[in-house]
Structures are given as C-alpha cells and as structure tokens.
C-alpha cells in the first residue's frame, strides 16, 4: 500500500514513472520466471555512475585531506580556510548527486554529471601544463582520463536511450 502511494506521489511529481520502482513491481508470473531480476540498465550508464560515484570519494577525500592539513599547521584565517574547503565538498556532493539521478534515470543527471565534468578540465589543464612534479602531472593525466571516459559513457547512445526511455 505505501509503496503505491509513492508511486502515484513520484508519478505526480515527474510525470515519469520510477523504472526502478516499476521493476520492483513486477510479479514472479511475469517475463523471466520466478528468477527474473529488474533491469539495471546498460552497462556503460551503470559504468558512467560508478566512476562519477568514485569521484565524488576521491573529492571528498581531498577535503578532508585539506582539513586534517589545515588544521595541523594550526592557520590563524579560518574564513578563507572555510571557503577553500567548502568547494570540494559541494563538488563531492555534486558528482554524488549526478550519480543518483542517473541510476533513477533522470535526464537532468546526465546535464549535471557533465557539468561537472567540464569544470574539472581547466584543472587538468594546469595540473598537467603547470611547473610542478612528476606526481601531480601524472596525477592530472589520470584525473582528464577519468573525466573523458565518464562523459563518453554518460553521452553513449545506449545510456542515452536509457535515459530517454
């Protein structure tokens, strides 16, 4: 019973309804048998929001990076600290967010995933253009890889067809 109520809610809210839900729905006696399992769409979606997901950890990984630095060299300019770090945590959220869109098969995960894919190239340029080590050069070159492959999985034309369906 609650499950239907959330369904005609989401349906009144998206005027799509959840694939997701639906497939939960599907009784034993249908397509596939007793053993049927739900679609979990194409694998280069499914791809796409595993490497947005391990993003987002590598991110929010970074910030916390920075706050253990922070406050380790004890900084006396917590404003401009607070703002340095706020940034990748709201980008971490971001790609978090973008992924879960894209699993429920929303096509505005898709904008926002990409979205966030382009600011991260200016990044990659300097990192890897920039006078610095080896490592972090490396390091860039790994992250415009990242980037690259999970636009080209989330723009492919079987995760687009998901998403459009």
């Known amino acids: 019973m609650v499950a239907t109520l959330l369904v005609g809610r989401l349906e009144l809210v998206t005027d799509r309804p959840d694939p997701a839900v639906e497939a939960a729905e599907v009784d034993a006696s249908g397509p596939g048998g007793a053993g049927a399992t739900p679609d979990d769409g194409p694998l280069t979606l499914r791809v796409g929001v595993l490497v947005l997901w391990i993003q987002a950890v590598l991110v929010a990984l970074l910030a916390v990076a920075e706050i253990v630095g922070l406050i380790r060299d004890g ?3 917590l404003e401009w600290a607070a703002w340095i770090i706020a ?13 879960r869109l894209l699993v429920h098969r929303r096509l ?14 200016p ?11 080896t490592w972090v050069k490396v390091l860039g070159g790994l992250i415009g890889a990242s980037v690259v492959a999970c636009v080209a999985l989330i723009v492919a034309p079987a995760s687009r067809q998901a998403l459009n369906a």
Do not use: Y
Not at 87 to 99: E, I, K, R, T, W
Not at 115 to 121: E, P, V
């Open 123 to 133: 990044v990659v340029f300097f990192m890897v253009t920039g006078d610095s080590d």
């Open 87 to 99: 940034g990748p945590l709201v980008a971490a959220g971001a790609l978090f967010v973008a992924g």
């Open 75 to 77: 900084t006396d300019q």
């Open 108 to 121: 505005a995960g898709r904008g926002l995933a990409v979205a966030l894919q382009l600011c991260a190239i």
